[in-house]
């Protein structure tokens, strides 16, 4: 069975019979008009924005002299960040500064691109594999658009956690733009058509992972090394590509939007009577590994926590001018008495969308850049550039843990992430310990992920290989390319007969990791193997917790060993048992009186709000019970009142 066909569009014209092959995007009018003036609001913008102007800057570049050696690109795996989206969480969690929830240009996010869903088609599988994939041999009967626009509350505002028709985290025009972008980056890279010109890589034949203009372009047959894809297979299909991505909408979407960016002249020579099919694996949330997973790995956590309480982390706390003169800011200026958990993702969000940012931070002239602002008593109480000053604060004591200790909780938390990317690679560039099972590793792999999937992956690369305050922009995109050494040239650099090129937002970074030539583009793919494989693990980590049982460091584990011991003792004391059966029947007595006594308050208060509800006609739909704050995404604070408190779920805050 084929699984159903996830449309990604905003109008579709099914009456006349148009039928989409791939996300596609035509914005309603109110949006074009928007999109028009797309960055225009503001002299400059972060590189965290990835305009148009900044998403052009990361274009694959050629592979330039390797020394003459000889080589052919076989694999490449990406691994992107989803596209701009919206605010991760919604009031009263998401706080930035006064006045950002009651101003409705801050305050109301309404949303263009929507998803449209197709049913299964069961009964209508056509050139069906053995392995379930395939076509579908006619188009949908029907679709379903889906809108967040249930919860009217007023005229243009809904009780949704945004106040209007956008999801928490979702996708934007723009998002979309910047992934459509990245997928031609890979297409002119990658693709060879017989037409492509010198400005792209794949005018150079050593870069051409398809040549289009030769039959059986799909895969490598065995021969001239391991199999890798099938040649027999459309190109989108596995084993040819492999798409993975977590179950958040901006992250699959993102995925699909880039694919057809690289694949869309091959989706639409798609027969009348097919609609493509490409696979997509994902996970349950709560247990997938595209991002560091402290619920299923409680020693990260222990990591986490001791980068926190180290030396270095306190020093920087204690006696950092920039974090005083932060906070004095934000005291006086926007009325704070500590940086918020979601100040940074406000202030991005916010310029990045082109709304109005408080005027006293409204000065990003891209003077300072990732590095943090110059520490030293001169600067003291100098309020200029602070845009900048305040999301490099913010960026550094978020990223600390993951470069901490030779980046021991990044290798921790990513091994599994790794794990699978390096079952792609291996049994390319060492087929003979590590030989494919039973399906080709295929010649793309593309990961959608996070901001907080990029950096770790970075931080476990190697000190020189990310700065630890350079935040991944929206819809970055992190390379590894393998290539087949087919002449040597008579030299030693490549014992292993594969290499690989490390490539980050146009940037190759592959001299920057230990064991690789400076200025050199590729290098030995034992390099790689040897630095992430160590770590690269999942199930077979040592994720136990070698601090308290207690999460974060609490008392809980001693006051534990305290009651056990009082009760031991009891229990050793004439008539100690009676005691404690005594405490027993009298506990069950008051715990049943505490029972009934809540439950009669929680069915009055349910009676109470229904009525109040009835008489005034309307009620807000943004009531939310303690556990459900406690519950939602971005709740716990990335930057605490302390600059150093730290939650399990923070992670989560700022992707």
């Known amino acids: 069975m084929i699984v159903p066909a996830l449309l990604l569009l905003n109008q579709l014209d099914v009456a006349s019979g148009v039928r989409p092959v791939f996300p596609y995007f035509s914005p309603a009018a109110s949006q074009e008009a928007a999109e028009e003036h797309a960055y225009t609001k503001y002299e400059k913008y972060p590189p965290y924005c990835s305009t148009p102007d900044e998403m052009e800057t990361r274009a694959v570049p050629p592979l330039g002299d390797i020394g003459g050696v000889s080589s052919q690109l076989v694999h490449v795996t990406a691994l ?49 594999a053995a392995d379930g994939e395939g076509v579908l041999d006619e188009d949908p009967d029907f679709l379903f658009e889906k809108r967040y626009d249930a919860l009217l509350v007023s005229p243009g505002k809904t009780g949704n956690n945004l106040n209007g028709t956008c999801q928490m985290g979702q996708l934007l ?41 030769n039959e059986g372009i799909g895969g490598r047959r065995a021969g001239s090394g391991p199999t890798i894809g099938d040649p027999a297979k459309r190109i989108y299909q596995e084993p040819n590509l492999r798409y993975r991505a977590d179950d958040e909408q901006r992250t699959l979407m993102s995925g699909q939007i880039l694919l057809r960016g690289v694949f869309e002249p091959e989706l639409e020579t798609t027969e009348d009577d097919e609609a493509a099919v490409i696979r997509l694996h994902t996970a349950d949330s709560h247990f997938d590994i595209l991002e560091i997973n402290r619920h299923i790995c409680p020693r990260a956590n222990d990591l986490h926590d001791e980068a926190y309480a180290s030396d ?97 909780y990044a290798k921790l938390g990513m091994g599994p992430l790794w794990k699978e990317i390096m079952a792609n690679i291996l049994p390319i560039v060492d087929s003979a310990n590590n030989p494919s099972s039973g399906t080709p590793p295929p010649k793309l792999a593309l990961f959608s992920g996070h901001d907080t999937t990029l950096m770790p992956i970075l931080a476990t690369l190697g000190d020189e290989v990310w700065s630890g305050t350079d935040w991944a922009p929206y ?23 594969y290499a690989f090129r490390l490539i980050y937002n146009g940037a190759v970074l592959t ?78 007595f008051f715990g049943c009186m505490l029972t009934i006594c809540l439950v009669k308050r929680l069915t009055r208060k349910t009676h109470v709000y229904r009525r109040d509800s009835s008489a005034l006609g309307g009620f807000s739909m943004r009531v939310m019970d303690n556990d459900e704050v406690a519950d939602s995404p971005g709740v716990e604070s990335a930057v605490s009142a302390n600059y150093g408190s730290t939650h399990k779920d923070d992670e989560n805050t700022l992707i």
């Open 80 to 128: 992107i960040r989803h596209g701009a989206r919206t605010p991760f969480a919604g009031a009263p969690s998401y706080q930035c500064w006064e006045g950002y929830w009651e101003d409705e240009e801050t305050g109301v996010w309404d949303c263009d691109l929507k998803t449209y869903i197709s049913p299964p088609a069961v009964t209508k599988e056509k050139g069906q």
């Open 173 to 213: 025009t723009r998002g979309y733009d910047q992934e459509l972008k990245n997928g031609l980056h890979l297409r002119q890279a990658y693709f060879y058509d017989g037409k492509t010109t010198d400005a792209h890589a794949a005018s150079d034949a050593r870069m051409r992972l398809w040549d289009l203009s």
């Open 312 to 408: 270095e982390y306190k020093n920087w706390v204690d006696n950092s001018v920039e974090i005083q003169t932060v906070k004095t800011f934000l005291k006086d200026q926007l009325g704070l008495d500590e940086m918020p958990m979601a100040m940074f993702d406000c202030m991005m969000t916010t310029i990045c969308t082109d709304r109005s940012l408080p005027s006293s931070l409204n000065d990003y002239d891209g003077s300072l850049g990732p590095t943090p602002y110059e520490e030293s008593q001169e600067n003291a109480g100098d309020a200029t550039a602070m845009f900048e000053r305040v999301a490099n604060v913010a960026i550094k004591n978020f990223t600390f843990p993951y470069k901490y200790n030779n980046a021991a």
């Open 475 to 497: 819809a970055s995109m992190l390379q590894i390319e393998i290539h087949e050494i087919t002449d040597s040239g008579g030299g030693s650099d490549f014992p292993s007969g």
């Open 511 to 588: 001299d920057k990791m230990d064991g690789c030539a400076a200025d050199s583009e590729l290098c030995d793919s034992q390099v790689l193997a040897k630095q992430v494989m160590p770590f690269a693990k999942y199930q077979e980590r040592d994720c136990a917790s070698t601090m308290s049982a207690a999460p974060h460091g609490s008392p809980g584990d001693g006051m534990v060993k305290e009651m056990k011991n009082a009760t031991e003792e009891l229990i050793a004391a004439p008539g100690g048992l009676w005691v404690i059966v005594a405490l027993v029947f009298s506990s069950m």
